[in-house]
């Protein structure tokens, strides 16, 4: 259907977003490799010349480098764990019928619009601080001490943080998909005598797959650069330093460009890995 | 599903629901409630919940210390300014897409897509570093710029996904009526795509006001936005908790009632068309 003129036009408007993700995408990828390679000290000399490897080797045997792998294993691993199967008994909840759904919906999606440094701020202040915190209180109302949660549980609190912000995204996914379940399958089903958790296992969760494949994809893209979060709440101490949180310290605290831009591909490499996954499944679909 | 329940049943099932909501909700509500609250009353044990005597001194003494309306405009300024920008050079490239689709047509959006994955860390030097070079550090035209860079790829999907299900006919029934491809765009198309364009525009303001890495990374004092200015609430003085609340709700109020609107294209704009 599409004429000649029709496609120069197409390739032309294509153009303009095309150009400026590939100057956005290659123009700093290439700095970064390029500071990967030297030794680029900005306070302490400046850039140095190329050293090669020396930064690739340098970062990962580092002290803080596996711990901060760990450490990033478990917050991501954590709050995936957390916000899928929450969100899979929420969603499953939101979609009984009830009075006032539209609302319970809105109060379960809210957390996710507010910004990660209001709800890291809130949650460490009133809710965690050790002396004046609602846990505080309620810890003391029942006769135990008080947790500091950001030194005692820092992984533990930062886990409980994000998965607030979190849960709502997954609960709101899984749910669009239980609700594009044909429900005359589901009947059937009852009809031949399939009890309620034969249903969940044989039907419902099934067709929830591809959902929860997606959710996981996204969320561990989004969870991987986690920032905000440890930046206001921690700032990295009490072993609650993650990948991310390492190459910032590396590249603007400390002030090791070489170094910090060696993490910075292994985080891209990383992340690439994860992102190829969602890639086939988004692709498969863009086929359907 | 519209299957026939019992009504204890039903009772049963909003009983619970409503109780797990208001949880997740709590913390919200809670720092909404303590912005009306003293500082002396924001730290009761046991807590108040109600029964206080509400006021509105906090929300004058953030204004007056930190001068918020700046940091709003900022906001503002850098979600708005990046979102609509995103959206004008999204528009032409997803109407090219979704209405004359070459072979590369899918290597290009699933490409694209693979710009969105790029950790913003790994490139935080040499985004800090053109900054400074370009002498346009703490500045927000260059937020707006960045923002919009990072967000393209969502928008450029969401607006392809909309305008995918714009039926071709209606295009080629006005082709065969004689209307150049000014017409087609002006006259048949924009109509049908307004409400596609109107929720990529509404959740990509949402996703740029929150942006907390290259707000907090890139900004000092000039351009810095609400992301910001809470962050520097992270190291106290005194008692705060009334006021930490208002600068809170301040931040957030404005985009949660967006975000309530937009919560069906939020599914389709994160899962890049995947789950509907």
Known sequence: MATQHSRSAARFMMAPAVFLLLVWMLVPLSMTLWFSFRRFLPLRGGDQGFVWFENYTRFISSSAFWPSVQTTLIIVGGILLISVVFGILLALLLDQPMWGQGVVRILVIAPFFVMPTVSALVWKNMFMDPTNGLFAHLWRAFGADPVVWLSDAPLFSIILIVSWQWLPFATLILLTAIQSLDSEQLEAAEMDGAGHLSRFGYIILPHMSRAITIVILIQTIFLLSIFAEIFVTTGGAFGSRTLTYLIYQRVLESQNVGLGSAGGVYAIILANIVALFLMRIVGKNLDA | ?276
Do not use: H
């Open chain 2, 1 to 276: 599903m519209a299957r026939a329940v019992s009504n204890p049943r039903k009772a049963l099932n909003t009983a619970i629901a409503w109780g797990i909501g208001l949880l997740i909700f709590f913390p919200i509500l809670w720092t909404i409630l303590t912005s009306f609250k003293t500082e002396a009353e924001a730290i009761a044990n046991p807590p108040v919940f109600l029964a206080f005597d509400w006021t509105l001194e906090n929300y004058a003494v953030v204004q007056e210390r930190s001068n918020y309306m700046r940091f709003l405009w900022n906001s503002v300024f850098i979600a708005g300014g990046s979102t609509i920008l995103g959206v004008i050079i999204a528009v032409p490239a997803a109407w090219s897409m979704a209405f004359v689709p070459s072979k590369r047509t899918k290597d290009i959006l699933l490409w694209m897509l693979s710009t969105k994955m790029l950790p913003a860390v790994g490139v935080l030097y040499p985004i800090y570093l053109l900054c400074i070079q370009l002498g346009v550090l703490d500045n927000r035209y260059a937020l707006v710029v960045i923002l919009m860079l990072i967000n393209l790829p969502i928008i450029v999907w969401m607006l392809y996904t909309y305008f995918k299900e714009i039926p071709g006919e209606i295009l080629e029934a006005a082709r065969m009526d004689g209307a150049g491809l000014k017409e087609e765009i002006l006259y048949v198309l924009t109509p049908m795509a307004v409400p596609g364009i109107a929720s990529t525009l509404l959740l990509n303001f949402i996703l740029a006001w929150n942006e907390a890495f290259w707000t907090l990374n890139l900004t000092a004092v000039d351009a810095a936005p609400l992301t910001a200015f809470i962050a520097s609430y992270s190291s106290p003085e005194g008692l705060f908790f009334a006021k930490l609340s208002a600068a809170s709700t301040m931040a957030i109020a404005p985009i949660l009632i967006l975000g309530w609107f937009s919560q069906k294209q939020l599914v389709r704009g994160l899962t890049f068309g995947a789950v509907k």
